[in-house]
């Protein structure tokens, strides 16, 4: 499996990005999708998911409201929608993959076997 992530860049406070995620390789549509990011001299924190299938969607509490997970398996790509960024939003957003996680680890990076490459998401106050 392989992840390619995009739509990162330069956005003001307020302002909004979408983020895209590309899987190839893939074996099955049965996988649990995730974003995660992680900020300079910070630890990789959980943004969002999908669990396997799809069946449902999960948020980080600080993201809430503000961001949509989204998917087109037609296109095998994930989308994040990131709306009224802030500046402690910016960081550099990774997606992961995972075929047999189970939704108690969905938020645990750990958890996850494939990873894209990163994409930075710079926000300006």
């Known amino acids: 499996v392989q992840l390619q992530a995009s739509g990162g860049g330069l956005v003001q406070a307020g302002g909004s990005l979408r983020l895209s995620c590309a899987a190839s390789?893939?074996?099955?549509?049965?996988?649990?999708v995730a974003w995660f990011r992680q900020a300079p001299k910070k630890s990789r924190e959980f943004v969002a998911a999908?669990?396997?299938?799809?069946?449902?969607?999960h948020y980080a509490d600080s993201v809430k409201g503000r961001f949509t997970i989204s998917r087109d398996n037609s296109k095998n790509t994930v989308y994040l929608q990131m709306n009224s960024l802030k500046p402690e939003d910016a960081a550099v957003y990774y997606c992961?993959?995972?075929?047999?996680?189970?939704?108690?680890?969905?938020?645990?990076?750990?958890?996850?076997?494939?990873w894209g490459q990163g994409t930075q998401v710079t926000v300006s106050s």
């Open positions: 999908f669990s396997r299938g799809g069946g449902s969607t």
């Open positions: 390789g893939l074996t099955s549509r049965n996988y649990a």
């Open positions: 992961a993959l995972d075929y047999r996680i189970i939704l108690s680890s969905l938020r645990v990076s750990e958890a996850y076997d494939y």
